[in-house]
Nanobody, 121 residues
Framework: QVQLVESGGGLVQAGGSLRLSCAASGSIFSIYAMGWYRQAPGKQRELVAHITSSGITNYADSVKGRFTISRDNAKNTVYLQMNSLKPEDTAVFYC???????????????WGQGTQVTVSS
């Protein structure tokens, strides 16, 4: 099994920055795409940013130009640098990874436990 642990959330004022990290551990054969999702109260979980194993990225329109996703394959870690934060960015942010836990096993989707990001106005 693959475990994902997020860190870096917190409370920040509008216009501020935060950097989220998500480290994968456990039985890992290979990690493919990784991404960040968020879920605000009363809303559905939505994709924030996504990065392939080769580094190709895509972003939700609402965060383009403000957020940057990156990954360190040697550390099995994905990051989300969030700048110019807005109150509407307030949500629980979840890390996701598509990975194989062993040779021959299927590619499964794994989720972290989530980290709270709160942006005050």
């Amino acid at each position: 099994q693959v475990q994902l642990v997020e860190s870096g959330g917190g409370l920040v004022q509008a216009g501020g920055s935060l950097r989220l990290s998500c480290a994968a551990s456990g039985s890992i054969f290979s990690i493919y795409a990784m991404g960040w999702y968020r879920q605000a109260p009363g809303k559905q979980r939505e994709l924030v940013a996504h990065i392939t194993s080769s580094g190709i990225t895509n972003y939700a329109d609402s965060v383009k130009g403000r957020f940057t996703i990156s990954r360190d394959n040697a550390k099995n870690t994905v990051y989300l640098q969030m700048n110019s934060l807005k109150p509407e960015d307030t949500a629980v942010f979840y890390c996701n990874a598509a990975a194989r836990s062993d040779y021959g096993s299927p590619i499964d989707s794994y989720w972290g436990q989530g980290t709270q990001v709160t942006v005050s106005s």
